[in-house]
């Protein structure tokens, strides 16, 4: 089993920056992707951005936000999310994901609000 808990999120201004940390707690070996996803009012949950192999560090970013958002694996244990140029269609509930060969695991989210 492995325990994924959120953090950094809250209330900017469009064009501002955020932080998302997530941290991993539990069989953290079995890992094999990590990724943060996201899911707004009235929307499925879609892909925000991946490491789709921790060993090989192969990383997809949906399109919306490349250029923008980056990805990072801090520690075996920590995955973060920078955040700039926010815009309020980037509003949502952000979810950290990690994978491995048998399991889907998620954290319980974090709100991002974008908005003036």
């Known amino acids: 089993q492995v325990q994924l808990v959120e953090s950094g999120g809250g209330l900017v201004q469009p064009g501002g920056s955020l932080r998302l940390s997530c941290a991993a707690s539990?069989?953290?070996?079995?890992?094999?992707?990590m990724g943060w996803y996201r899911q707004a009012p009235g929307k499925q949950r879609e892909l925000v951005a991946r490491?789709?192999?921790?060993?090989?560090?192969?990383t997809t970013y949906v399109d919306s936000v490349k250029g923008r958002f980056t990805l990072s694996r801090d520690s075996k244990n920590t995955l973060s999310l920078q955040m700039n140029s926010l815009k309020p269609e980037d509003t949502a509930v952000y979810y950290c994901?990690?994978?491995?060969?048998?399991?889907?695991?998620w954290g319980q989210g974090t709100q991002v609000t974008v908005s003036s």
């Open positions: 994901y990690a994978g491995s060969f048998a399991n889907d695991y």
């Open positions: 539990g069989s953290i070996i079995s890992i094999r992707a």
């Open positions: 490491i789709n192999s921790v060993i090989s560090g192969d």
